[in-house]
């Protein structure tokens, strides 16, 4: 884990195309290291989310190179590892868990390390089935969030000022109702991701963030199959 933070940290330096390819050997090194990684967690997760049981490191890991095509940021490299454990793999449009390697030089993305359980970027009527069942439930979803791990984290930097049209803005869920993205996530330090038992540690993490997985897939799950009917 050292040799892909510190890669990535002086990546972070050199963020240009001829030190990339000085560097190649030692970015292949970094990025079998961390496909190994992702395959440990693989395994691991799949003790208890057996949906995630057939993947390999290639479904779920995300390129190095940037899309600069529409990007103000013409900087060609990432400065993180990233892999989206979930069933069907990283596009299949599943809620998951989310490992990220940073340079651990600053707080937020991309810089901090980063778990992550949940769906970062919902699809408009994913949105609206997963409002429809908070505000109709039984406080099942808040249940779900309670019983995660005190380290996650509710994501709200994109919540809605308002309850959205058609829902009750008394409703007893309102701070749920106003969210965008359906996310947990923790933000561990190095020290964290150094140790020995770092798999161990954010596996225990991410089970307990299933209860929220599966509110989240049931609703997706729904949309799918009507878009399919």
């Keep these: 884990m050292n040799e892909i933070i510190e890669f990535l940290r002086e990546l972070n330096e050199h963020n240009e195309r001829s030190w990339f390819a000085a560097n190649k050997s030692r970015y292949e090194q970094a990025k079998t290291q961390f496909e190994s990684l992702t395959q440990k967690l693989i395994m691991s997760i799949s003790q208890f989310d057996p949906t995630v049981s057939n993947l390999t490191a290639r479904d779920c890991t995300f390129r190095i190179y940037r899309d600069i095509r529409f990007s103000n940021d013409k900087r060609p490299y ?23 390697v940073g340079t651990g030089l600053a707080d937020g993305y991309p810089h901090a390390h980063m778990l992550a359980i949940g ?98 897939n049931r609703a997706i799950e729904y949309v799918k199959d009507e878009s399919r009917s």
């Design 78 to 100: 990432k400065t993180h590892m990233g892999a989206y454990i979930c069933r069907g793999g990283k596009k299949s449009g599943y809620s998951g868990y989310y490992f990220h």
């Design 119 to 216: 769906d970062y970027i919902c699809e408009p009527q994913v949105l609206k089935t997963l409002r429809e069942d908070i505000c109709y439930g039984d406080g099942d979803f808040d249940a779900a969030v309670k019983s995660a791990s005190p380290l996650l984290r509710l994501e709200t930097t994109s919540q809605l000022k308002r309850v959205p049209k058609g829902f009750p803005a008394d409703s007893p869920w309102e701070a749920y109702l106003r969210l965008r993205n359906f996310c947990l996530y923790y933000e561990p330090n190095n020290r964290f991701m150094l140790e020995s038992d770092m798999v161990e540690r954010t596996t225990e993490i991410f089970k307990s963030g299933k209860p929220m997985i599966d509110y989240v």
